[in-house]
């Protein structure tokens, strides 16, 4: 890489860091940064999915109080979260993805429908508040285990399906909920990284490059979220998963 390159993915590091801190989606930055420095569409892929993962470990330092209170249940849907990425890293390594980048868009999309819709949709599936307990603890389950295999398998816009799914069986604030994201969305990327480093192509100097950059944006990004209005929040995660949905469809069926 040149210094131009290296200056590339300086900037698009700080800035998916802050987006997937405020609301998902920093993939869509720099993995186009990292086939603009030559990488192959592949070897960008993991690539990314290496390099983002320090963003979002510094998420969640940036959120930590909104997880306060928190620890139980994140202590009970990690186990869903490894399994899950690791489901979707080894479709990534072993199954053509044409099939899936075709579904990815309307994934994406879905997802911030959802989200732009919660209140109707809670109407038509039931409040959190009315679920029974165990109806809750499956749900939840199933959504971070869903969720987490898509991470594993392309991960861009996993933040805002987080948010979106999470928002409809958890009874808390939209920050709250983002902290916790924040967390799910670390766990699969630690998954990715231990698994790609190991079976896949990771172009480590884009790595030494990008991861840092992440760090710095993905720590500010989530000190911004706790900041913002909810609904400024909610407008701003749903704008930046209708974008990301529309570019991947293009990307899609061009």
Known sequence: ???????????????????????????????????????????????????????????????????????????????????????????????????????????????????????????????????????AAVTLQVVVFVGAIYGGYFGAALGVMYVAALALVLDEPLKRINALKNVLSATVGLVTVLVFAFFADVHWAAVATLAPATIVGGYAGARVARRLPARVLKYLIVTFGTAIGLLLLYRAFR
């Open 1 to 135: 890489m040149d210094l131009s390159h290296i200056l590339l993915l300086v900037v698009a590091g700080v800035a998916a860091g802050g987006v997937n801190a405020i609301a998902g989606g920093g993939s869509l930055i720099t993995f186009p940064g990292l086939i603009a420095a030559g990488l192959p569409s592949v070897d960008a892929n993991v690539t990314n999915s290496v390099s983002v993962f320090p963003g979002y470990v510094s998420s969640v330092a940036g959120s930590r109080a909104d997880l306060a209170g928190q620890g139980g249940r994140v202590r009970s849907v990690v186990p869903a979260a490894v399994a899950g990425s690791v489901g979707g890293c080894v479709l990534l390594l072993v199954t053509p993805g044409r099939v899936f980048e075709v579904i990815v868009p309307f994934l994406v999309l879905g997802a911030a429908a959802t989200l732009a819709f919660q209140e109707r949709l809670r109407g038509l599936v039931g409040h959190p508040r009315a679920m029974s307990p165990r109806r």
